[in-house]
């Protein structure tokens, strides 16, 4: 999707992890390239989701748009202003508004400061002071995230994994956010939790308008949440499109392997059975990536152009405006080739 006046705006953002050797003198050997090249927009109120494997560079991209992470290249703009490599000074007027969720909530929180601490934190640091004092705006979060205002002298350890994520979602609630970078913020707890901590933040992103960059492995939970979702593989965005459409009519290889790896419950005996992609070999390391497409070593349409250029991210035949895909041979929503199965039961996507 490409809005007139985007909240966030991320044009070629890379980000790569010197690598130093050498003796007795460290030089710079290699670099991993964690992020390389990223575009995408999100408008405001708009929920993106961010998938892919582990590895893929889905949490360094969340880094780098919260600005807790210096960008190697490319641009990051918010509401039009050029943040990529602004000072602390500089980013102090927005911060407020860019907020994050971490993926663990037993090392996010101090554990030696109460909950009220935590949360009224940001506020006291921001120089902020709601009407009826901080105190009585912390309870008030409390509530918000479904946890007991009575709670506000606890500490951390007093509480489950889920509730811990609640106080973080509270934390990141406090400078009333136009944007939320949500890292992983369920995988870290029980499933029967997952859901309760999600619709949660379903509810604080209707009521309060929220933007969110919702970063996920689960590509259920991802499609429950987000209004678009963006494919993530070896730090390139392969595939972004509203989401009924990705999940509906996926396009590059890659999105369409992972889809079929989704768990599905049929009730009717006569359903075609979905077929199941198995990927063969590893993913390749960020170091030394492959030439051209960077998945083409584990695809089944790969083919010498592959090798020798680099698909770009754009509008093809066949999709809905918006629906972008990086791939010379795109899938088609009724052909689905039978020898892309590997022999390797283990090379499960």
Wanted: net charge neutral; with cysteine; glycine share 8%.
């Amino acid at each position: 999707m490409s809005t007139t006046n985007p909240l966030l705006d991320v044009s070629g953002l890379t980000k790569h992890f010197p690598i130093k050797g050498g003796f007795p003198i460290k030089r710079t050997v290699g670099a991993v390239q964690a992020v390389d090249g990223l575009d995408f927009q999100v408008a405001e109120g708009e929920s993106l989701g961010l998938v892919g494997e582990s590895g893929c560079g889905k949490s360094t991209t969340g880094r780098l748009i919260t600005r807790l992470m210096e960008p190697t290249g490319g641009t990051i703009s918010y509401r039009g202003q050029n943040i990529t490599h602004a000072s602390r000074r500089q980013l102090a007027p927005i911060r407020s508004e860019i907020q994050m969720i971490f993926q663990d909530p037993y090392a996010s929180l101090n554990p030696r400061q109460t909950v009220g601490k935590i949360i009224a934190g940001p506020m006291e640091i921001n120089d902020i002071n709601p009407a009826g004092g901080r105190e009585a705006r912390v309870r008030e979060l409390l509530e918000i995230v479904g946890l007991n205002p009575e709670h506000f002298n606890r500490f951390p350890h007093e509480f489950s994994g889920g509730q811990r994520q609640r106080i973080g979602v509270a934390r990141a609630l406090a400078l009333n956010p136009k944007l939320i970078v949500a890292d992983e913020p369920v995988s870290a707890l029980d499933v029967s939790i997952q859901a309760q901590v999600v619709n949660l933040l379903q509810e604080v992103q209707k009521e309060l308008g929220i933007a969110f960059v919702f970063i996920a492995h689960d590509l259920a939970i991802v499609r429950h949440f987000s209004q678009r979702v963006a494919v993530m593989y070896l730090g390139k965005i392969v595939e972004i499109a509203d989401r009924d459409d990705l999940y509906g009519n996926p396009r590059h290889p890659y999105t369409r392997a992972l889809l079929s790896a989704v768990p599905e419950a049929t009730v009717d005996e006569n359903a075609t059975a979905r077929e199941r992609i198995r990927l063969t070999g590893d993913v390749p390391s960020p170091i030394n990536p492959p030439s051209g497409c960077r998945f083409r070593t584990r695809c089944w349409k790969a083919t010498e152009k592959c090798a020798t250029e680099a698909p770009p991210l754009v509008q093809i035949s066949g999709n809905k405006p918006g629906h972008l895909t990086a791939c010379h041979y795109p899938e088609t929503a009724d052909v689905i080739p039978a020898q892309r199965l590997s022999q390797d039961p283990e090379s499960a996507a």
